[in-house]
């Protein structure tokens, strides 16, 4: 029987049997040899091949202690016969295994990082989180500042939501800026136009945006302990955000962003699975090969940031049983996109490809509701969003269904939820079933419950609830009379 035992670079280490063998992309290579013998399993104790790559003398081969926190390094010749020892009997945190690890294109100890991890920021320095005010866009202001000055993010600004859906529950949306500095004046603010989209309401989101003194590209430098980004976003900004904004202890962090930041936003889900639990990422470029911008050294973007099959081989596992990926374009990376796509596919990394459209490389471009609604369709899977219209919604089990001009909403045999936002225009639900279907209204629609009801007309064999000449909805072969003030619910 063979069995891979790993093929993240040129070489594949497999087990055939009790030996093991070094093959190149063709299937053909040598076995590893010691002292001219075939190297077999268990002789060497719980000494265990873990990692092979060719060099030009030959292989070096990594070795690990099963169930123990030993490593050793071989070098080989061109014929897998054991030449030396390189690395003798170290633990996972050697800074000498850390460092052979790039060359071996694998995270060999385990500790989620190929190569030395990323310098800790100095001593004493920590974040502090100070209120300034309410900016014009009603955004919460928190100035950030730290014990010890460098160029680690400065500011935060934070959008709660005012009138919160009972849909969705509360979770944290995080719009990752793609420049530097709070004007966002080049790009947009991903705040402020989901503000335009009242998503912090609709989705029941507390909004978070980060600042920063660089571009940020979401990583932590290896030549400056101050771009601190990757930190800053995956354990400092998270423990803040859900100290001071959690209302139920059971939030979800959500990313969401385009170009850089949604490049980033892949890095942060991808490496940090137990922190964020869904990203939306908007025309980004997958193919980018080399670094820019905040990852210090071209080593460090290349082992620990660069988008290519080695990367997502080292963190699909959380990856291949659940859809936790919405991605889509395009204005500047449609084949980056489209090439991203055939990634995760090949690797068996479970994700969703929207339709792609041309829209402006901006956060006003016209994409943003899409990708709002195709992240929240994966961490609420029963949601079915028509709010822009002309569609036609089917519940599969209990559903909420969100209306928008001229939909058809189908209710299912389950308990479901008929959401109408303002301005939801006219639409028909089918399979209304009183004192166990819902209607949703907002309070800026009807004042309250009897309010709706007293707008409900017979009309045939239907019910028609209107609020003006443009929205109105249809309740197809259903009895006024059988319509309580129970069956609405008013938000």
């Known amino acids: 029987m063979s069995i891979t035992i790993e093929a993240f670079g040129s070489t594949t280490l497999t087990e055939v049997g009790t030996n093991f063998y070094l093959y190149d992309s063709s299937g053909v290579g040598p076995s590893l040899k010691y002292q001219g013998v075939d190297f077999v399993a268990g002789q060497f104790g719980q000494w265990t091949p873990i990692g092979a790559e060719q060099t030009a003398s030959g292989y070096e081969v990594a070795l690990k202690v099963t169930g123990a926190d030993q490593y050793a390094v071989w070098d080989t010749d061109s014929n897998g016969n054991f030449v030396s020892i390189a690395l003798n009997t170290v633990p996972g945190t050697s800074a000498a295994l850390q460092s052979i690890e790039s060359s071996f294109q694998q995270d060999l100890n385990g500790d989620g990082v190929i190569g030395p991890p990323p310098p800790s920021a100095p001593a004493g320095s920590s974040p502090h989180f100070v209120f300034e005010g309410v900016d014009s866009s009603g955004a919460q202001v928190y100035d950030v500042t730290w014990d010890t000055a460098g160029l680690q993010p400065f500011a935060v600004r934070v959008l709660t939501p005012d009138h919160p859906s009972t849909t969705f529950q509360h979770n944290f949306l995080y719009a990752l800026p793609v420049e530097a500095g709070l004007a966002q004046s080049t790009w947009g603010s991903g705040l402020d136009e989901l503000h335009k989209l009242d998503v912090q309401d609709q989705y029941n989101a507390t909004i978070i945006e980060p600042i920063f003194p660089l571009d940020p590209w979401y990583a932590d430098a290896d030549t400056n302990a101050t771009v601190n980004y990757e930190t800053f976003m995956a354990t400092l900004l998270p423990a803040w955000v859900d100290s001071h904004f959690s209302t139920s202890g059971t939030e979800e962090d959500l990313l969401i962003g385009f170009s850089k930041s949604g490049y980033g936003a892949l890095d942060l889900l991808l490496k940090h699975p137990s922190v964020f639990n869904a990203v939306a990422a908007w025309d980004f470029p997958a193919d980018m090969a080399e670094g820019f911008g905040n990852y210090g050294t071209e080593a460090n973007f290349q082992n620990n940031y660069r988008l290519t099959d080695t990367f997502i081989d080292t963190w699909k596992a959380p990856f291949t049983?659940?859809?936790?990926?919405?991605?889509?374009?395009?204005?500047?990376?449609?084949?980056?996109?489209?090439?991203?796509?055939?990634?995760?596919?090949?690797?068996?990394?479970?994700?969703?490809?929207?339709?792609?459209?041309?829209?402006?490389?901006?956060?006003?471009?016209?994409?943003?509701?899409?990708?709002?609604?195709?992240?929240?369709?994966?961490?609420?899977?029963?949601?079915?969003?028509?709010?822009?219209?002309?569609?036609?919604?089917?519940?599969?089990?209990?559903?909420?269904?969100?209306?928008?001009?001229?939909?058809?909403?189908?209710?299912?045999?389950?308990?479901?939820?008929?959401?109408?936002?303002?301005?939801?225009?006219?639409?028909?639900?089918?399979?209304?079933?009183?004192?166990?279907?819902?209607?949703?209204?907002?309070?800026?629609?009807?004042?309250?419950?009897?309010?709706?009801?007293?707008?409900?007309?017979?009309?045939?064999?239907?019910?028609?609830?209107?609020?003006?000449?443009?929205?109105?909805?249809?309740?197809?072969?259903?009895?006024?009379?059988?319509?309580?003030?129970?069956?609405?619910?008013?938000?």
Request: hydrophobic share 40%; no cysteine; proline share 5%.
């Open 321 to 491: 049983t659940e859809d936790r990926i919405w991605i889509s374009g395009y204005s500047a990376f449609q084949h980056d996109i489209s090439d991203f796509d055939s990634l995760l596919t090949s690797d068996g990394v479970l994700h969703t490809l929207s339709p792609q459209t041309a829209d402006t490389h901006s956060w006003s471009g016209g994409w943003l509701p899409d990708a709002v609604a195709g992240l929240y369709g994966l961490v609420s899977p029963t949601v079915l969003d028509g709010h822009t219209g002309g569609q036609t919604l089917t519940a599969n089990g209990p559903s909420t269904l969100i209306g928008g001009p001229n939909d058809i909403l189908n209710g299912g045999p389950g308990a479901d939820t008929f959401v109408f936002l303002p301005n939801f225009g006219a639409n028909t639900v089918n399979n209304f079933t009183p004192l166990v279907d819902t209607l949703q209204f907002s309070q800026s629609v009807f004042a309250d419950a009897a309010t709706a009801l007293g707008q409900a007309q017979q009309a045939g064999t239907d019910v028609v609830i209107t609020q003006d000449a443009q929205d109105v909805v249809t309740l197809h072969n259903v009895q006024l009379a059988n319509l309580h003030a129970t069956d609405f619910h008013i938000v």
